[in-house]
């Protein structure tokens, strides 16, 4: 199989093209190649949701003032452009958009999906990892896994389905990583129809 080229864009081409499309297009910059970024499939797409969700209700019960946002181009220091799935700054460091943001996030989410999981724990990762982000969730409805990754050098942290999701950054945030994954993927389905439980579940017995 022929392997995929990416053209090859300079940032302030591709900031020019996604300012005259009203950064719409959906294509990354990273590390100088284009790269076409798919929507989220249906799990995937509901993790993110559930997500969201949960980092909204709690930046409002602890009177949080940082910035949530979801899918957002981000500039990074080596000219990439990454939309992450979900972002968050901090309130002391307020980001500056000039189209995309100039600051780079203190949190970034990124959820797997076939078309992207390549990139989320490849290069993205190790970019996200030296530019200065604090703390990275890598999230894969497949596995029903949440990995935390950080730039200390510390382990990847792996929580699986029995697992409360937390965050250093995030003082009072806790999520059971069950509640991430509300839509069954087509493992599960593939699974439920051969008469096995999904990943995590227990068989339902009755009598």
């Given at each position: 199989?022929?392997?995929?080229?990416?053209?090859?864009?300079?940032?302030?081409?591709?900031?020019?093209?996604?300012?005259?499309?009203?950064?719409?297009?959906?294509?990354?910059?990273?590390?100088?190649?284009?790269?076409?970024?798919?929507?989220?499939?249906?799990?995937?797409?509901?993790?993110?949701?559930?997500?969201?969700?949960?980092l909204h209700r709690w930046q409002e019960k602890a009177g949080d003032r940082g910035l949530l946002?979801?899918?957002?181009?981000?500039?990074?220091?080596?000219?990439?452009?990454?939309?992450?799935?979900?972002?968050?700054?901090?309130?002391?460091?307020?980001?500056?958009?000039?189209?995309?943001?100039?600051?780079?996030?203190?949190?970034?989410?990124?959820?797997?999906?076939?078309?992207?999981?390549?990139?989320?724990?490849?290069?993205?990762?190790?970019?996200?990892?030296?530019?200065?982000?604090?703390?990275?969730?890598?999230?894969?409805?497949?596995?029903?896994?949440?990995?935390?990754?950080?730039?200390?050098g510390s382990p990847d942290e792996v929580l699986d389905d029995r697992s409360i999701l937390t965050?250093?950054?995030?003082?009072?945030?806790?999520?059971?990583?069950?509640?991430?994954?509300?839509?069954?993927?087509?493992?599960?389905?593939?699974?439920?129809?051969?008469?096995?439980?999904?990943?995590?579940?227990?068989?339902?017995?009755?009598?």
């Amino acid at each position: 199989m022929a392997s995929v080229v990416h053209p090859h864009v300079e940032p302030w081409e591709f900031d020019a093209l996604q300012f005259n499309a009203g950064w719409s297009m959906d294509v990354e910059l990273i590390a100088g190649e284009a790269v076409l970024v798919l929507p989220l499939g249906p799990p995937a797409s509901s993790a993110a949701g559930e997500l969201h969700a949960a980092l909204h209700r709690w930046q409002e019960k602890a009177g949080d003032r940082g910035l949530l946002m979801i899918e957002v181009f981000v500039a990074f220091p080596d000219g990439s452009r990454l939309g992450p799935d979900i972002a968050w700054w901090r309130a002391e460091r307020p980001p500056m958009s000039r189209g995309a943001m100039q600051t780079v996030p203190d949190l970034v989410v990124e959820v797997f999906s076939p078309s992207t999981r390549a990139n989320d724990e490849g290069v993205k990762r190790d970019l996200y990892m030296r530019s200065g982000v604090r703390e990275l969730w890598l999230v894969d409805p497949d596995g029903r896994t949440v990995t935390r990754v950080r730039p200390d050098g510390s382990p990847d942290e792996v929580l699986d389905d029995r697992s409360i999701l937390t965050s250093d950054l995030l003082e009072g945030f806790a999520m059971e990583v069950a509640d991430i994954f509300t839509l069954p993927t087509p493992a599960d389905e593939d699974s439920q129809q051969r008469g096995q439980s999904p990943v995590g579940q227990s068989p339902v017995r009755f009598g």
